[in-house]
């Protein structure tokens, strides 16, 4: 029998938020207290986006609040694709809450008109930036509270005693994967097991008749192999009907589609962001489980839980600072110039693994573990080069795995030399890196947490001339 949903109470609402706009955040959020106080989850993006870790958070909450400012002054002019480009992460979470057809509400900056297309039961609320702090003067307190109230009786029905509750297996993941990959199938259910999930085969050749569909709700989420063009159209199934969905493509399968067949830029768009990206392409079996246990470890990350306005407030301030995980990678010898970056770090990111820190890995946990685990988490990497560091296996060992993640696209890379004559890994040659004997470690981290607010997370292996601003 499926779990009944909770009776009337305290709703769970997914946040959908810029995290570099706490004035904003708190503005609304107070605002939206006065009428009814909820509890939220976020996805606090401390690691690569996994839209399937995305898409359980939005099915599990009762209902979707959006705040969406546009950085800036507020009277400054954006071209659609400027405003397309500073939503894509807004957009893609609002999506999932359309298909997932939960209720939802979105506080916006009405500059963001032209770039949120939505269904009429998708509250838009929109503002101009001019009157926040201007409650005496401005209708917007009376706008967003009538319309949160209107949403809240929406949520509130939705997540009656009446709803059938949950219709899926918890722990439970779908596999539609082609016999010619047949060795793959035997490496996921492997690592699905290790991780506590229960793999479900589906038949092959898919078919979407009454047994498939029934099997596929029942699901908590699934993995769809993307090199059948069979697969690809229960990839549009599952994708439509709001499953969670990890894709995975060989490398050696054409990219493309047969005719009448969905193609990937058909099946999820053309945003350089979201299903897309997260699509694990695979050369090998020891790739493939490898990215595939990476994505194992962020979909089971807990979101971050606020349960009111107090957490609320500490929450938005402490967002502040980027929430990508950062992983500093140095030898023991360069003790003193990792102490500089690492507070330096610290003092911009909320999450700085730092093998030298006595928070990063606890006493008597078993290191190796809490170093692989913190490497697969990080969406930021930033190495110290110099000749211990390319004399050290640890050392190398994290260049490697950070640098496998940047190519993949997980993660950013940054190389920093410490010195002229300290070169880089062979496999790092071409790789643009930073030269901390003609900058300092201020320049260098300020320049990094410039670069990823125009880009978020995403990887970044940039090859060319060495890169010594």
């Known amino acids: 029998m499926p779990a009944p949903r909770p009776g009337p109470g305290r709703l769970n609402v997914f946040l959908s938020h810029r995290y570099h706009s ?85 506080f916006h900056d009405q500059r963001l008109v032209p770039a949120l297309k939505m269904p009429t039961d ?49 722990r439970q993941v779908g596999l539609v994967i082609s016999p010619s990959n047949e060795p793959v199938v035997v490496e996921l259910c492997d690592l699905l097991h290790e991780y506590g999930w229960e793999p479900v085969r589906l038949p092959w050749p898919p078919r979407l008749h ?29 994708h439509g009907q709001s499953i969670p969905t990890l894709p995975i493509a060989s490398a050696a399968a054409a990219d493309g589609s047969t005719e009448g067949v969905p193609d990937e830029e058909t099946l999820y768009g053309d945003e350089g962001t979201g299903h897309r990206k997260a699509i694990i392409r695979w050369t090998g079996p020891a790739n493939l489980r490898q990215s595939f246990e990476d994505h194992l470890g962020v979909i089971d990350e807990q979101p971050r839980y606020v349960g009111g306005w107090k957490q609320a407030a500490e929450y938005f301030r402490s967002a502040t600072k980027r929430s990508e995980r950062v992983f500093l990678s140095y030898a023991a010898e360069d003790s003193d110039q990792g102490a500089a970056f690492s507070r330096l770090l610290n003092d911009r990111f909320q999450h700085v693994f730092d093998y030298r820190s006595s928070q990063a890995i606890p006493a008597g946990e078993p290191w190796m573990e809490h170093l692989l685990s913190g490497l697969a988490r990080s969406a930021v990497g930033v190495l110290l080069m110099s000749e211990a560091y390319r004399s050290s296996k640890y050392c190398l060992l994290e260049a490697r795995e950070l640098y496998r993640a940047a190519v993949e696209g997980r993660a950013r890379l940054v190389p920093v030399r410490l010195e002229a004559t300290s070169e880089l890994p062979d496999f790092l040659e071409g790789v643009q890196y930073r030269a901390l004997y003609k900058r300092s470690a201020q320049d260098i981290v300020d320049e990094l947490v410039s670069e990823l607010a125009g880009t978020r997370q995403g990887g970044s292996v940039t090859r060319g001339s060495d890169f010594t601003l």
């Open 210 to 238: 009454l047994d498939s569909i029934t099997t596929l709700r029942q699901c908590d989420w699934a993995v769809v192999d993307l090199d059948d063009p069979s697969s690809r159209v229960m990839a549009a199934f599952t």
């Open 22 to 106: 706490p004035a904003e955040n708190a503005y609304f959020w107070l605002l939206l207290s006065s009428v009814e106080d909820v509890s939220f989850r976020v996805d606090e993006g401390v690691s690569f986006t996994s839209p399937v870790r995305l898409e359980r958070m939005i099915r599990e909450a009762d209902g979707f609040v959006g705040i969406y400012p546009l950085a800036g002054k507020p009277r400054e002019v954006y071209t659609r694709s400027a405003l397309r480009h500073a939503a894509r992460y807004f957009r893609l979470e609002l999506s999932m809450a359309v298909r997932a057809r939960k209720p939802a509400i979105v």
């Open 122 to 170: 998708v509250r838009l609320v929109a503002y101009d930036a001019q009157e926040l702090g201007t409650e005496d003067q401005s209708s917007l307190p009376t706008r967003a509270a009538n319309a949160y109230r209107e949403f809240i009786a929406d949520a509130r029905a939705a997540a009656s005693p009446g709803d059938p509750g949950r219709t899926y297996q918890q």
